[in-house]
């Protein structure tokens, strides 16, 4: 069974919303309650009294006032913990422009149409049927995008725009098609706008990460398009989905932080990282957050003299906030790991100010470049008490996770590279069994815009 057909009939995926509206006590009872406790206990019943649990398969609780009490029949349902994504990118979500639809569960181009026409009942005339990252065409049995004319099968009479991860390539229907036509036909819109052509076949070609492209200025206009309230609605909607599948608290890694205004020449990646959580800032005073959401502060300067990260460890609070939104600490890194001296300068700086850090590797050059440098704060400043992380990690060995473990250090498993290999032949992500069975603390992470 899938986990969508199994998580959307479970009890446990509504909780994060009832939350914030609960009354004091809500008793569960006649379900599956999968307790996740050290005997791996199974329970029928729970008691929930000021959001924590009280009673377990009736075990004697205090009595609660009829009036402030709830009761749910969960008539054999099952409820799991909420799940916790250590390493996601679901602000950005929120800010991507149009109708997002969730691909990541299809396996086939005509579930793809599936999806995107079940969308297109909720969204209004002329508005964009968007899906922009957290799908690879691997994962499809086609093992390629779809076309314009099956784009058209699918929604005919809304404009449609599949982006592939962070610089495409992408591919639209034929009112997709109209519009950058149109665009590429009249006066350019931005001194670096360069023409998106799009193919017969509704196929748009890529940008670089740097310079734009095809896809860099496609997206520059659906973001011109962008109104607060979109991005509102487009937060909303990326937390209900992770509540339907029972994921109720995320730790965000930013994205490459972009300030200033919008340019064609910015990939999805790019996000003005002081305007980012603009939507779910409001959200979270207006009282409407049901997920929990904690921000990690990534730095990506090369200046030697780190501006960024030295005002931000000398003016932001780690830590700080409530139940629903806080801030977190450094990462997914504190300077981008090929900077040399200055990615040394940047561990250094976090070490003395005894934060939080946490690095992204992508080999195991990488890692062991990580591991040494932990090693030589570790000698200086002690940071075994402050739990520094290693994200990804696509390569390992046990010196190197023996020499982590050592500094009470631990690792992040990128789940989703698995999908992305071009050949079946060729693993495309961690060791998961040789990871788990090492020791060191250890989580798994998507690394996506949602799950």
Same mark, same amino acid.
């Given at each position: ?122 969204? @209004? ?30 929604? @005919? ?41 799009? &193919? ?16 860099? &200025? ?20 990326? =937390?209900?989905?992770?509540? &339907? ?30 305007? =980012? ?116 990690? @696509? ?57």
């Amino acid at each position: 069974m899938r986990r969508r057909t199994f998580l959307a009939t479970s009890a446990g995926a509504a909780l994060s919303a009832y939350a914030q509206t609960a009354p004091e006590t809500l008793i569960l009872r006649n379900g599956r309650i999968h307790t996740m406790d050290a005997a791996n206990t199974i329970a029928s019943s729970v008691v929930i009294h000021n959001g924590r649990i009280v009673s377990v398969n009736n075990r004697p609780a205090a009595n609660f006032p009829a009036r402030s009490t709830r009761t749910i029949d969960l008539k054999g349902r099952t409820v799991i913990p909420g799940v916790i994504e250590p390493h996601v990118h679901i602000v950005s979500l929120g800010n991507r422009p149009g109708y997002h639809t969730i691909l990541e569960n299809t396996t086939s181009l005509k579930e793809v149409q599936a999806a995107l026409a079940a969308r297109r009942k909720d969204v @209004p005339e002329g508005q964009w049927i968007t899906s922009m990252g957290g799908w690879h065409p691997n994962q499809w049995a086609e093992h390629r995008h779809p076309t314009l004319a099956e784009l058209d099968a699918a929604v @005919p009479d809304r404009p449609v725009f599949l982006y592939e991860r962070f610089t495409g390539p992408a591919v639209t229907n034929t009112l997709g098609k109209r519009y950058f036509d149109s665009i590429d036909a009249g006066p350019k819109p931005h001194p670096d706008y360069k023409p998106i052509a799009t &193919s017969a076949t509704g196929a748009i070609g890529a940008a670089g990460f740097a310079g734009g492209g095809p896809c860099a &200025s496609a997206l520059y206009l659906l973001r011109k398009l962008q109104t607060p309230a979109d991005r509102k609605r487009s937060t909303l909607d990326a =937390m209900n989905y992770s509540a &339907s599948l029972g994921l109720t608290a995320m730790l965000d890694q930013v994205l490459f932080p972009t300030p200033g205004p919008l340019s064609p020449t910015q990939i999805l990646s790019n996000l003005d990282q002081y305007h =980012m959580y603009d939507a779910w800032l409001d959200l979270h005073h207006e009282g409407r957050t049901i997920v929990r959401l904690q921000m990690n502060f990534l730095q990506n300067q090369t200046d030697p003299n780190l501006p960024e990260l030295k005002e931000r460890l000398r003016n932001q609070f780690q830590y700080f906030g409530d139940d629903m939104m806080m801030t977190g600490s450094i990462g997914e890194w504190a300077a981008p790991l090929g900077a040399g001296a200055v990615w040394k300068e940047a561990q250094r700086l976090v070490a003395e100010a005894h934060w939080h850090n946490e690095n992204a590797v992508q080999n195991l050059a990488g890692l062991r470049q990580v591991v040494e440098a932990y090693e030589e704060l570790n000698k200086q400043y002690g940071i075994s008490d402050l739990r520094w992380m290693v994200h990804h990690v @696509p390569e390992v060995n046990k010196d190197l996770l023996d020499r982590l473990k050592a500094m009470n250090c631990g690792v992040e498993i990128g789940a989703f590279r698995w999908v992305t290999s071009s050949d079946p032949k060729v693993p495309a992500g961690p060791p998961f069994r040789t990871i788990v069975d090492h020791g060191i603390k250890t989580g798994i992470h998507g690394d996506g815009v949602h799950i």
